[in-house]
C-alpha cells in the first residue's frame, strides 16, 4: 500500500528554492506525524509530490494514517494506490478490473487517466480501452462521462502505473515551520480556536497566550481546546502555552476607566501585555479571533485604537468572516464542542460600551491606570510546553486509582468522540458510557448516585483532573480507571 500526497497549488508556484525548502519541512512534519503510527512508515520526498510506503503488515493502519495525513498543513490530497510495471493495454485492464471490478458492480462509471512521460499512447487511448474492457467483463452498468456512480482513476508515470483506490482531501496551506512563528490569544470560544486553526494551517507555528480573567474553570477549558487543536492540527512542532494572570488588571481597569472605555481599554491592555510575551519569545505577530462589528469593541474605528497601543503586527484570520461560518468550521476542525461548553468570566462589560473611541479620551483614562499591576501580571506569566499543560493543572481532591474495577462500576470513557472512536475501550464485565470531558459537567445530574463511575481517559491526566473536581463538587463515587 503506498500513499501519493499532492502538494498544495501554492507551493508549487514558488521559486525552485522556496519549493524545495517546503516540500523537505512538509516531508518532515509527514515523517514526524506518521511515525507515531507507525515506525515502519517509510516518506520518500519527490519534486511535484510526497509519497508514503506502508509495510505489508501495516496496511490495516491505512485508515488511521489517511486521517493523520488529513490534518497536516501543506497536503493538498492524498491519494491511495497501488502501485505496478504494464507491457501493454490489456495488463492495464486486467490490474485495474482486480481493483475495481466490485467497486462499479450495478454502477455507472468512467475511467480517467493521468498521464507523464513519453508514451506512444495517449491518455484517452487507455480510457476508452479499459472502459470497454470494464463494461464487457465486469458488472458495471455502462460508462456515464458526466455523472458517473464511479470515476475509475489511474495514472502512468513513465514505466509505472498508478492504481488510484481512493482519495482524501488534505487541509492546504504551508507546512508548519516554512513560516514564521506567532502567538494567538486564546479565550477558547468560537472565534480565537477558529483563527488559531486558520494559522497552523497556513503554516504559522502557533503558541498560545491565555488572559486568566479570574476563572480556574475557564483556565481548565482553554488548556484542553487549545491541547486538541495542536493534536490535530500542529503536533508536528512544539508549541507553548502562557497564562498571564490578568484579575488585577480587570480589578484595576473597573477602578479607574469610564465604563464606555472599558472593553476598549481591556483589548489594549492584552496587547501591551501580549506583545511584551512576544518580544522576549521572538515571535512576529499576535493572533486574534475579532471580526468586524461582531461586538462593541470591534469596530474599525475601536480596533484601530486598540492596534496603536503596539508596533507588533496584528493578524485577524476572521476580520470578514460572518458568526455562523465561524461556527460551522468550528464544528468542522471538532472545537465546536468546547466552544459551546466553554465556562466564561464576563468581570468587564459595559452598559453603553463606545463603538467610537477617541484616542484622547482612552489616553486620558488609561492615565488613571496603574500600569504597576500590568507589569505585575507579565512577570507572574507561567508558560508551559503544549503537551505538558493538562499536567500543569493543579487538582483540588486525591482521587482514587482503580485498576480492576468491580463488576457493577460503570467505565466513563470521557475521550474526544474522535479519539474514542478511533480506539475503542473494550470490557468485557462493565457497562462503557461516553460522556465527552466537556460534556462531563452539565451531565453528573444524570449520574446514580448508587453506583460508582471510573473516569477514564488513555493518560490518564483528563480523568484525574475532572474526577478531583467532581469530587471537589460532593461526588463522592466518582473514581478514575487506570490501565
Not at 377 to 392: G, K, L, T, Y
Amino acid at each position: 500500500m503506498k500513499f501519493i500526497i499532492k502538494l498544495f497549488p501554492e507551493i508549487t508556484i514558488k521559486s525552485k528554492p522556496v519549493r524545495k525548502q517546503f516540500v523537505r519541512q512538509l516531508r518532515s512534519n509527514i515523517r514526524k506525524i506518521l511515525k507515531r503510527v507507525d515506525e515502519t512508515v517509510v516518506v520518500i520526498g519527490q519534486w511535484d509530490k510526497i509519497e508514503v510506503e506502508l509495510h505489508e503488515a501495516s496496511n490495516e493502519r491505512g485508515e488511521e494514517i489517511a486521517a493523520a495525513l488529513q490534518k497536516i498543513p501543506g497536503i493538498a490530497n492524498i491519494l491511495l494506490v497501488t502501485e505496478h510495471g504494464f507491457n501493454d493495454f490489456d495488463d492495464i485492464f486486467e490490474k485495474t478490473k482486480s481493483v475495481y471490478a466490485p467497486m462499479i458492480a450495478n454502477k455507472t462509471f468512467v475511467v480517467r487517466v493521468k498521464r507523464a512521460g513519453k508514451h506512444d499512447f495517449k491518455s484517452i487511448d487507455v480510457e476508452r480501452y479499459v472502459g470497454g474492457g470494464l463494461l464487457k467483463h465486469t458488472e458495471g452498468v455502462s460508462v456515464d462521462l458526466h455523472n458517473p456512480d464511479v470515476v475509475v482513476k489511474l495514472e502512468i508515470r513513465d514505466e509505472t502505473l498508478y492504481i488510484i483506490e481512493k482519495r482524501y482531501e488534505g487541509l492546504g496551506g504551508f507546512p508548519i515551520g516554512s513560516l514564521d512563528t506567532v502567538l494567538s490569544l486564546i479565550s477558547g470560544g468560537f472565534d480565537s480556536t477558529v483563527s488559531s486553526y486558520l494559522t497552523m494551517k497556513r503554516g504559522l507555528r502557533t503558541h498560545f497566550c491565555f488572559f486568566n480573567l479570574g476563572g480556574a474553570a475557564h483556565e481548565i477549558g482553554v488548556k484542553q481546546v487549545s491541547l486538541y487543536l495542536w493534536e490535530q492540527y500542529g503536533s508536528s512542532h512544539k508549541v507553548k502555552f502562557i497564562t498571564i494572570p490578568f484579575e488585577d488588571v480587570v480589578a484595576e481597569i473597573l477602578k479607574s476607566v469610564h465604563h464606555s472605555q472599558m472593553g476598549v481599554v481591556l483589548k489594549r491592555m492584552m496587547l501591551r501585555a501580549s506583545s511584551q510575551v512576544a518580544e522576549q519569545m521572538n515571535v512576529q505577530a499576535l493572533v486574534t479571533g475579532e471580526s468586524v462589528a461582531q461586538v462593541s469593541s470591534q469596530t474599525l474605528t475601536n480596533l484601530s485604537v486598540i492596534d496603536k497601543v503596539t508596533d507588533t503586527l496584528v493578524l485577524r484570520p476572521l476580520i470578514t468572516m460572518d458568526k455562523q461560518d465561524i461556527i460551522r468550521l468550528s464544528a468542522q476542525i471538532g472545537t465546536e464542542d468546547f466552544a459551546k461548553t466553554m465556562p466564561e468570566y464576563c468581570g468587564v462589560i459595559s452598559d453603553r460600551p463606545t463603538t467610537c473611541a477617541k484616542m484622547p479620551k482612552i489616553l486620558r483614562e488609561e492615565d488613571r491606570f496603574d500600569f504597576d499591576v500590568l507589569d505585575k501580571a507579565v512577570a507572574d506569566r507561567v508558560a508551559v510546553n503544549i503537551d505538558e499543560v493538562m499536567d500543569s493543572i493543579v487538582t483540588v481532591e486525591d482521587v482514587e486509582l482503580v485498576a480492576t474495577p468491580s463488576i457493577d462500576d460503570v467505565i466513563v470513557d470521557i475521550r474526544h468522540p474522535v479519539e474514542a472512536e478511533r480506539r475503542p475501550l473494550h470490557l468485557t464485565n462493565n457497562e462503557i458510557i461516553h460522556i465527552p470531558f466537556f460534556e462531563l459537567m452539565s451531565k453528573t445530574n444524570e449520574m446514580d448516585a448508587s453506583k460508582r463511575y471510573l473516569l477514564y481517559c488513555e493518560k490518564g491526566t483528563m480523568s484525574q483532573l475532572h474526577a478531583s473536581h467532581l469530587k471537589g463538587e460532593g461526588f463522592n463515587n466518582v473514581l478514575v480507571y487506570k490501565v
